[in-house]
C-alpha cells in the first residue's frame, strides 16, 4: 500500500484503534506530507496520551488558523458575527507575516467559511 493511500485510510473515522494503531495512521499521515507534523493528543477519560516529534520545534504560524476558524465558527453559531459579511481591514490591523499574509494590503474583502 502506497503513503497516500495509508494517509487516506488513517483519516478516515474511526474509534477504539490501539496505541499502536494510532501511532501507525500518525506516521502514515506524517509519510505523505512534505512539511513538519506533530500530534499531541489526550483522552480526556483516561488522561492516556500520545504525541508525534513531541521534542520538535514546530512554527506554528499556520496551526493558530484552527483555532481561529474554530472560534469563528463558534460565534456564528451564537449569532454574534456574520460570516458572509464584508470584513474591512486597514494598515493598523495588520502585523508581521509570512507567506500570503506578507503581502496583504488594507482593503475589504470577503471570505467564505463554511
Known sequence: MTAQADAARACAPVTGLSRDEAAAAIAAIAGSCSGHL???ARHLETGE???WNADSQIETASAVKVAIHAEVMRQA???RIDVGAAVQTRAADLTG???VLAGRRPRCWRATLT
Do not use: F, H, P, Q
Open 38 to 40: 506533530g500530534v499531541a
Open 49 to 51: 496520551e500520545l504525541s
Open 77 to 79: 453559531r451564537l449569532g
Open 97 to 99: 507575516g509570512s507567506g
